[in-house]
Nanobody, 121 residues
């Protein structure tokens, strides 16, 4: 059983910063992409940022130049540094991983339970 557990959410004023962390645990042979999704009330879940096992990153346009995704492969962790936060960044943020449990097994997607980020104006 593989789990992703997020931490680091909270309440912050507009213009402030937060750092989200996510730790993967369980039977893991390798993790391909890791990253973050978010979902605001009444909206669909959207991709925020991903980072491949080699360090290649992708961002949704609305967070480019403000957010930075990174990972520590040895610790099986992924991070999201969020700067210059805006009220429209308010959402529940979910950690994501594409995990292979065994060397010759299939890779599959998993998500954490989420952590709330609230940005006040």
């Amino acid at each position: 059983q593989v789990q992703l557990v997020e931490s680091g959410g909270g309440l912050v004023q507009a213009g402030g910063s937060l750092r989200l962390s996510c730790a993967a645990s369980g039977t893991i042979f390798s993790i391909n992409d890791m990253g973050w999704y978010r979902q605001a009330p009444g909206k669909e879940r959207e991709l925020v940022a991903t980072v491949s096992s080699s360090g290649r990153t992708k961002y949704v346009d609305s967070v480019k130049d403000r957010f930075t995704v990174s990972r520590d492969n040895a610790k099986k962790m992924v991070y999201l540094q969020m700067n210059s936060l805006k009220p429209e960044d308010t959402a529940r943020y979910y950690c994501y991983g594409n995990v292979r449990a065994y060397r010759f097994g299939n890779a599959y997607d998993i998500w954490g339970q989420g952590t709330q980020v609230t940005v006040s104006s």
